[in-house]
């Protein structure tokens, strides 16, 4: 992931670029050195036209050109697509507390059908991981980091994925971003619905509980888009 960062640094331009220091190539831990943004601002909160500048910064991204492939997102369809692995074995989503088996077995076929039908391909060029923590606002520009998950795709599921997220942190409801938009809800809130209750990856590691986050909101935003009940949790 960091050597796919490294190409990255090496060779996207634009506004939304931090400045790249330099590297230390190393077989086991490469080291990547950026610019000090301790004293950018890092939300939450969010401020006042924050939100438009990061959708900007996203529009300017798109249209970016690499010398190099990257993943395409379409490719990736059958691990985006997560409610069919969710009917299959629920229990550790149901463990998570944010709906009961009743609601999950009514909820099921909305979800996987609008699942289904998301547009991922387009040539988009992708960050597919903003939050808050992996932009800041530095001397009137959004500066995004965190490049590993860099693919081609359809725009909006860079945006959608950013949304839960943004809502968790103080910001609008996901729709009022990216309205009618069912379909990218779904997978979204499948994609952590499948992996947030499982367990941690490494001793300490946060990941779950981030994706949980994320999913309160996600869980939420698909059962609004699809006129479902709201789940207990979300």
């Known amino acids: 992931w960091l050597r796919t960062e490294q190409q990255v640094y090496a060779c996207l331009k634009g506004s939304f670029m931090p400045r790249c220091l330099g590297q230390v190539e190393d077989a086991e831990e490469p080291v990547l050195f950026l610019e000090d943004l301790s004293g950018a601002h890092w939300p939450p909160p969010w401020e006042a036209g924050q939100v438009e500048a990061v959708l900007r910064a996203l529009e ?24 069919p692995k969710v009917r ?3 229990e550790q989503f149901l463990a998570l507390g944010l709906c009961d088996a009743q609601w999950l077995e009514a909820a099921l ?3 996987e059908s609008a699942e289904s ?16 923590d992996n932009l800041c606002f530095s001397q009137g520009r959004v500066l995004l980091l965190d490049w590993n998950w860099v693919c081609r795709g359809n725009g909006k599921l860079d945006v959608g994925a950013w949304l839960p997220s943004l809502h968790r ?12 938009e069912p379909e990218v809800a779904a997978m979204l809130a499948g994609y952590w619905a499948w992996r947030a209750g499982q367990p941690a990856p490494t001793p300490g590691s946060r990941l779950r509980e ?8 996600a869980l939420g935003w698909a059962a609004r888009e699809l006129g479902l009940p709201p789940p207990a949790g979300s």
């Open 60 to 83: 300017e991204l798109w249209r970016r050109e690499l010398p190099f492939e990257v993943p395409r997102l379409e490719d990736q369809r059958a691990e985006m697509q997560s409610w």
């Open 88 to 90: 299959e074995a629920p």
């Open 109 to 111: 076929p909305a979800l």
């Open 117 to 132: 039908r998301v547009r991922l391909d387009g040539d988009d060029l992708l960050h597919l991981d903003v939050r808050g």
């Open 169 to 180: 942190e103080g910001g609008p409801p996901p729709e009022a971003v990216l309205p009618g």
């Open 210 to 217: 981030m994706q949980k986050y994320q999913l309160v909101a």
